[in-house]
């Protein structure tokens, strides 16, 4: 497998753009539902157009970013899996991983990595469930010769984020999953982060901006990358306010402010990478 593909001096300058739910709600928050997928993937060739050149590396999603995707700009991920939304018996949510397809046919389409999104609980009640799927997912992936990027949220706790990624990757390493890349939320502070570098070391770990004000995720980053993060897989920081601006307008965004703010946060990652 070869996750040099993705890099650019030891750092991963990612371009996230394999939002579906969460893209609709954008363009349209009073009625998702009705955005329709020439409305996303317009908006993703868009993005895709407006950005390339800047991003050593994309991840996609097979059914809107992928259709519209030129494979020679860069290479390119492929999310797996989808997340089922249920209450145990306190009423408590539950978010159990789903995976669709298999990772064979990911290859096929010309991926050369996946990655896998976990909603985590490290102190729920599905916790063996969710640790055994992400098992069989990097097994089947390396199985495939592709590096696996596997992404945790914490959700359903109340104690300090950054408490709760620990407590999640430790859950993680003692069931022996640990995948080629982590992809993480800002844990806080440079203490946190110097923590998690510490644990996951030699594995690299990068930032996801989950939907984080620009301003936010850069100042989160520099911080990140100065304890040992190696860069960020970023998404609707860059680009999020699309929902606001006309579609005539749209172009121009993302030609200039939002390529201007992938460019700046590349700089960050590659004058800080250590």
């Known amino acids: 497998m070869n996750l040099s593909v993705f890099q650019e001096h030891k750092a991963f300058p990612l371009l996230a753009l394999d939002h579906r739910t969460s ?12 955005v329709s997928v020439e409305q996303l993937q317009t908006v993703k060739s868009e993005i895709i157009h ?9 991840l996609l999603d097979s059914e809107y970013g992928l259709p519209v995707y030129d494979p020679d700009i860069a290479p390119f991920l492929l999310r797996i899996g989808s997340t089922e939304y249920s209450q145990n018996d ?25 990655k896998l999104l976990m909603y985590f609980n490290p102190y729920g009640t599905n916790t063996m469930t969710e640790l055994e799927t992400a098992k069989s997912v990097l097994d089947e992936t390396h199985n495939e010769n592709l590096p696996f990027f596997l992404e945790i949220v914490t959700y359903g706790a109340s104690n300090p984020v950054s408490e709760q990624i620990l407590d999640a990757l430790n859950l993680f390493y003692k069931y022996g999953v640990v995948p080629d890349v982590w992809k993480l939320p800002y844990p806080g502070d440079a203490n946190s982060c110097r923590i998690i570098t510490n644990k996951v070391s030699p594995t690299p770990w990068i930032l996801l901006t989950h939907g984080m ?7 989160g980053l520099t ?3 100065k304890e040992g993060c190696r860069g960020f897989l970023a998404g609707r920081a860059i680009w999020q306010e699309v929902g606001e601006i006309p579609s005539e307008e749209r172009k121009s965004f993302l030609e200039t402010t939002a390529r201007e703010r992938f460019e700046e946060i590349r ?7 250590v």
């Open 23 to 34: 893209l609709k709600e954008t363009l349209n928050p009073e009625a998702p539902d009705s």
């Open 90 to 114: 306190t009423g408590d949510e539950v978010r159990t991983t789903i995976q669709k397809m298999p990772v064979a046919d990911l290859r096929k389409s010309g991926a050369q990595g996946v």
């Open 50 to 58: 407006a950005l390339a050149g800047t991003y050593t590396g994309i």
């Open 213 to 219: 004000p620009y301003e936010d995720f850069k100042e």
């Open 223 to 225: 911080t990140a990358m």
């Open 267 to 273: 700089r960050i990652a590659l004058e800080n990478v």
